[in-house]
């Protein structure tokens, strides 16, 4: 089964010849190689580019390897940084793109796992210098998160984030009805690879040991790690916590209480932040709607793929109320939106009275699950799994009544019926609706 992924596809197009370096993030399996190697290569077959002047090399690769072992033979093709780590010699590599390109026509250059080539960033910086060459690469959690490239390629790079399948994409490849589709997507999620393998023990067994053997382990070797209990520890009570606002001293006395354990605020906080720029989890900020500023703490965090959460908790806690707003969450970002927790103060009357008889008004703070920017186009949202009470309904709509500016307002929920506005202007729209368009 093929996923088109033609938003992303999309996206790389958007970019095409920028003169930058188009870098694909993301999370271990999300598709990133695929993404590039296999529905962009064909986009620029189809789009008339002869495949000689498509370079595909993935460093990962021997068979790739092998094509640099005739330039400069006496020198090796792999080089031993320490036991067992090795990287390409990234002179061989230069002299084999030069042999295969010239300097009047133009070549796309799609380099794979581009960390495993010695001193990838400036080799990739010169190519980038051949006005003639379009530069895309992806690179593995462990040598190329998020702010490693933020800093090895400011102002010479754009980032296109591949997350797993939104549920939209996770459709395409079933021809079941999105409620029973729905059931599987809430449990395992949107890794293409576990979308497509037939029973419930391989996907589980797969994603415990994605947890495990693959996401900890790159964490743990990037940042050279020596408390790995507690790095384990702390990515069970995240992934607990999706969906309720985190603070980062309460989860230290969490270590504590629970656990037994003394660790520091700072580390957790650290820890934090590993996780996201794994690109494991996102971090939602919070942000005052009616004082437009961003309040530090506390935050949300969100699982990039909902199914490596719920393996991490050994499938134990599938809470679909959370599951779904987690889900919510990436489809924002899946459809190129900036996205925050917001937050309302408001005053409201009271039961009691001052000494002349009139209503006292105490300050209350309300929850808007998401505000997602793009643009100049805004969207206030609240994830309800059932809105099947008038007392239900209104709990939902109370935050988003008291927004007094003119951008959209929107309930989703699972209501199996057509979207309605109410009197007030807000949008209740099925939760199928919603992520299907």
């Given at each position: 089964?093929?996923?088109?992924?033609?938003?992303?596809?999309?996206?790389?197009?958007?970019?095409?010849?920028?003169?930058?370096?188009?870098?694909?993030?993301?999370?271990?399996?999300?598709?990133?190689?695929?993404?590039?190697?296999?529905?962009?290569?064909?986009?620029?077959?189809?789009?008339?580019?002869?495949?000689?002047?498509?370079?595909?090399?993935?460093?990962?690769?021997?068979?790739?390897?092998?094509?640099l072992?005739?330039?400069?033979?006496?020198?090796?093709?792999?080089?031993?940084?320490?036991?067992?780590?090795?990287?390409?010699?990234?002179?061989?590599?230069?002299?084999?793109?030069?042999?295969?390109?010239?300097?009047?026509?133009?070549?796309?250059?799609?380099l794979?796992?581009?960390?495993?080539?010695?001193?990838?960033?400036?080799?990739?910086n010169?190519?980038?210098?051949?006005?003639?060459?379009?530069?895309?690469?992806t690179?593995?959690?462990?040598?190329?998160?998020?702010s490693?490239?933020?800093?090895?390629?400011?102002?010479?790079?754009?980032?296109?984030?591949?997350?797993?399948?939104?549920?939209?994409?996770?459709?395409?490849?079933?021809d079941?009805?999105?409620?029973?589709?729905?059931?599987?997507?809430?449990?395992?999620g949107?890794?293409?690879?576990?979308?497509?393998?037939?029973?419930e023990?391989?996907?589980?067994?797969?994603?415990?040991?994605?947890?495990?053997?693959?996401?900890?382990?790159?964490?743990i070797?990037?940042?050279?790690?020596?408390?790995?209990?507690?790095?384990?520890?702390?990515?069970?009570?995240?992934?607990?916590?999706?969906?309720?606002?985190?603070?980062?001293?309460?989860?230290?006395?969490?270590?504590?209480?629970?656990?037994?354990?003394?660790?520091t605020?700072d580390?957790?906080?650290?820890?934090?932040?590993?996780?996201?720029?794994?690109?494991v989890?996102?971090?939602?900020?919070?942000?005052?709607?009616?004082?437009?500023?961003?309040?530090?703490?506390?935050?949300?965090?969100?699982?990039?793929d909902?199914?490596?959460?719920?393996?991490?908790?050994?499938?134990?806690?599938?809470?679909?109320?959370?599951?779904?707003?987690?889900?919510?969450?990436?489809?924002?970002?899946?459809?190129?939106?900036?996205?925050?927790?917001?937050?309302?103060?408001?005053?409201?009357?009271?039961?009691?009275?001052d000494?002349?008889?009139?209503?006292?008004?105490?300050?209350?703070?309300?929850?808007?699950?998401?505000?997602?920017?793009k643009?100049?186009?805004?969207?206030?949202?609240?994830?309800?799994?059932?809105?099947?009470?008038?007392?239900?309904?209104?709990?939902?709509?109370?935050?988003?009544?008291?927004?007094?500016?003119?951008?959209?307002?929107?309930?989703?929920?699972?209501?199996?019926?057509?979207?309605?506005?109410?009197?007030?202007?807000?949008?209740?729209?099925?939760?199928?609706?919603?992520?299907l368009?």
């Amino acid at each position: 089964m093929e996923y088109s992924r033609e938003v992303y596809v999309k996206r790389l197009i958007d970019r095409k010849e920028n003169g930058l370096i188009k870098v694909i993030t993301g999370s271990r399996r999300a598709g990133k190689s695929y993404l590039m190697n296999e529905l962009y290569y064909k986009y620029l077959l189809n789009s008339g580019v002869s495949s000689n002047n498509i370079l595909r090399f993935a460093f990962d690769s021997d068979e790739d390897i092998d094509l640099l072992e005739s330039y400069f033979m006496d020198e090796p093709t792999k080089i031993e940084k320490r036991p067992d780590v090795f990287y390409v010699n990234a002179k061989k590599f230069r002299a084999y793109i030069k042999d295969r390109t010239n300097d009047t026509e133009k070549y796309y250059l799609l380099l794979d796992e581009v960390q495993l080539l010695d001193n990838f960033v400036g080799t990739l910086n010169g190519l980038l210098r051949h006005i003639n060459y379009d530069i895309y690469v992806t690179g593995s959690n462990s040598k190329f998160l998020s702010s490693d490239i933020a800093t090895e390629f400011k102002g010479r790079g754009t980032i296109v984030h591949i997350l797993p399948l939104a549920f939209s994409e996770y459709m395409q490849g079933t021809d079941m009805p999105p409620e029973k589709a729905w059931r599987e997507y809430v449990v395992t999620g949107g890794i293409p690879l576990v979308a497509q393998m037939k029973s419930e023990e391989e996907k589980f067994s797969y994603l415990k040991s994605l947890c495990e053997e693959t996401y900890l382990k790159d964490i743990i070797a990037h940042n050279n790690i020596k408390k790995t209990i507690e790095l384990s520890d702390t990515f069970d009570i995240i992934a607990s916590m999706i969906g309720s606002l985190v603070n980062v001293r309460k989860v230290t006395d969490t270590f504590k209480s629970v656990l037994d354990k003394s660790i520091t605020t700072d580390t957790v906080g650290k820890y934090f932040d590993y996780f996201q720029d794994a690109f494991v989890v996102s971090k939602a900020k919070k942000y005052s709607i009616k004082g437009r500023k961003y309040i530090g703490s506390p935050f949300k965090i969100y699982f990039e793929d909902i199914g490596v959460r719920n393996a991490r908790l050994n499938f134990r806690q599938i809470e679909e109320s959370h599951i779904m707003e987690n889900i919510l969450y990436n489809e924002l970002r899946f459809r190129g939106f900036n996205v925050d927790v917001g937050e309302l103060n408001v005053s409201e009357k009271t039961d009691r009275l001052d000494k002349n008889g009139k209503p006292i008004y105490a300050q209350k703070s309300l929850e808007v699950d998401f505000v997602a920017s793009k643009g100049d186009l805004k969207l206030y949202i609240q994830s309800a799994l059932s809105m099947d009470s008038t007392e239900k309904k209104s709990q939902e709509k109370r935050s988003l009544y008291c927004i007094d500016d003119s951008f959209e307002k929107i309930v989703v929920a699972k209501t199996g019926l057509n979207p309605t506005h109410d009197e007030y202007g807000v949008k209740t729209i099925d939760l199928f609706d919603f992520l299907l368009d």
